[in-house]
């Protein structure tokens, strides 16, 4: 099991929230995850799409994903927590969607970073896209890292 593997393992159980809303985490990589969402009907809104809150759950999951995937080799020692949030909704959102998440910095630069000053700021851009691989949701989520 490789460290991103046990990270997966891990965040589903840390984020029951994600979980109870169906989101699945697809894959983890250093400062980078891919999260899915099936559209079901307990989270659809009023006109049977994607809501909005469900997309939000996908968009921050995958994004601390990403966080941790940069931070793997410490993340353990680390208490992160999402300091900021901006969500554009570019279009109605029917059907499994698929999110992509990246940090804006290299990992071991946020680690170096934690290091030195025993706190980081940065932040995690995510796209999401629907079936026929259009962006329905752009997202940047700003995590505080900061040592346990």
Known sequence: MTPYDMIKSHLDQAVPFA??????????????????LEQRSEIENHIQTQHAGAMFTLGEAAS????????????LGLRPVARNAKITYKKIA???????????????????????????????KVDIRDAEDETVVEMAVTWHVRSA
Not at 64 to 75: F, N, S
Not at 99 to 122: I, M, N, T, V, W
């Open 64 to 75: 601390g994903a990403a966080m941790a995937g940069a931070l793997a080799p410490i993340i």
């Open 19 to 36: 979980k109870h809303v169906g989101v699945v985490l697809q894959e983890i990589g250093d400062g980078t995850a891919s999260a899915m």
């Open 94 to 124: 029917k059907g499994t969607l698929t999110a992509h998440a990246a940090c804006d910095q290299p990992g071991q630069a946020l680690q170096d970073a934690l290091k030195a000053e025993g706190k980081a700021d940065f932040e995690v």
